[in-house]
Nanobody, 117 residues
Framework: QVQLVESGGGLVQAGGSLRLSCKASRTIFVRITAKEWYRQAPGKQRELVAAVTTGGNTNYHDSVKGRFTISDDNARNAVSLQMDSLEPEDTAVYYC??????????WGQGTQVTVSS
């Protein structure tokens, strides 16, 4: 049963923008304490890109600070990642991760982001 649905990936030229969205059912979303985006490039480990807590605190990987923005869209049961000034080094599969108050973790299916130079 698919519980998280990611969208928004694609192919873009360097300097361009993409917006990723991760949507969950309301039943899941109301019990989430942390919302995160990870990425995994070929041959590399998965790394944390951005995070937002229910308190509104945000955290970013140093390489994306000032270019990426994570936002909570409670009305749509979604969390988004706005990616601007994209670089070829941002090419990866992007995953959303939601952590429930009791520690249960949900992962999205992943969406490919490819940035051409």
């Amino acid at each position: 049963q698919v519980q998280l649905v990611e969208s928004g990936g694609g192919l873009v030229q360097a300097g361009g923008s993409l917006r990723l969205s991760c949507k969950a059912s309301r039943t899941i979303f109301v019990r989430i304490t942390a919302k995160e985006w990870y990425r995994q490039a070929p041959g590399k480990q998965r790394e944390l890109v951005a995070a937002v807590t229910t308190g509104g605190n945000t955290n970013y990987h140093d390489s994306v600070k000032g270019r990426f923005t994570i936002s909570d869209d409670n009305a749509r049961n979604a969390v988004s990642l706005q990616m601007d000034s994209l670089e070829p080094e941002d090419t990866a599969v992007y995953y959303c991760k939601l952590t429930r108050t009791d520690g249960l973790i949900y992962w999205g299916q992943g969406t490919q982001v490819t940035v051409s130079s």
